[in-house]
């Protein structure tokens, strides 16, 4: 998932950011030949996700870095443990590092909010989805680190999946009983080879979108009452049941056993805390 020219133009940019025409401060003040060995550590527990992308932001900035990762995207990491040595010129380290850790920690915080999610399921079959609520332009990235936690991607866009909504049959004038089944036609008619996602704001919704045999039904803020409930309706059925809306960690294990295909969390990207990890420097000897 993780391209190596997406991951070196996002470098590109974030540099230029955060640099601009020069680090005045570590330029004015650090030796110009001073060689550093650092270690990027986890001041807290974890799952980590984003060390490739740190080691191409270091890579880009300065080639004759040394990044050594200590383990993997998706490891379960304790307080203190070292994640990455990066060793070079200490002008360099300083000038990246900011920029590299906020990557690792955005990431890890993804991975680690999706891994309590998922764990909250215990051993339910539901799984955990994300949603389209990513911040601009790094969406790839912030569903590689769901997927490195354990979740499950759901649609990348509006162009992989139809997902027909409310606003939809208003705006388009479809009402009536039938609404939601012309809204499915039509959408297979126009994209036949696109599976279609149908949002259900009651049961009798759910039960037209049984009708109009759409492969997904996304449950928007049931209760758990009216999702168990629609999980029978759909007993047999080969759609699959999604639970959203008003979703919360101390929900999960009271809707991991009503049956649901999946649950998406938009949480998981929208306002997730980064985790706190921290880069510590020495000279070499």
């Known amino acids: ?131 389209r609520k990513t911040t601009p332009g790094l969406r790839t990235l912030e569903k590689y680190a769901v997927k490195v936690g354990g979740g499950t991607n759901h649609r990348f866009g509006l162009y992989d999946r139809v997902m027909i909504k409310d606003n939809h049959r208003e705006l388009a004038k479809l009402s009536g009983p039938d609404s939601i089944q012309r809204a499915v036609a039509a959408c297979r008619e126009k994209f036949p080879a696109l599976e279609v996602e149908v949002e259900a704001d009651t049961l009798d919704e759910v039960r037209a979108a049984l009708e109009a045999k759409a492969e997904y039904i996304l449950l928007d803020n049931m209760t758990n009452e009216q999702m168990a409930e629609a999980v029978a309706l759909a007993d047999g059925c080969p759609s699959r049941l999604e639970a959203s809306g008003n979703v919360t960690l101390e929900r999960i294990p009271s809707l991991a056993t009503l049956g649901l295909d999946f649950i998406s969390v938009g949480a998981l990207t929208h306002s997730v805390p980064a985790v706190d990890i921290g880069l510590d420097i020495d000279p070499v000897e």
């Not at 020069?22 to 270690?39: E, H, N, R, Y």
């Not at 070292?82 to 955005?106: D, K, P």
């Open 1 to 131: 998932m993780l391209n190596p020219t997406m991951l070196r133009n996002l470098c590109r940019v974030a540099l230029a950011e955060d640099i601009g025409s020069g680090d005045a401060t570590t330029l004015s003040v650090v030796p110009a030949d001073l060689q550093v060995a650092a270690k990027m550590v986890t001041r807290q527990d974890c799952v980590v996700a984003g060390l490739p992308l740190a080691e191409a932001l270091f890579h880009e900035l300065d080639p004759t870095l040394c990044f050594a990762a200590c383990v993997e995207d998706g490891t379960r990491c304790g307080k203190g443990q070292v994640l990455a040595w990066i060793s070079g010129s200490a002008q360099s380290i300083l000038t990246g590092e900011r920029t590299a850790l906020n990557f690792v920690q955005r990431y890890s915080g993804i991975a680690t909010q999706t891994c309590a999610y998922v764990d909250a399921l215990g051993d339910s079959t539901t799984r955990v989805l994300d949603t």
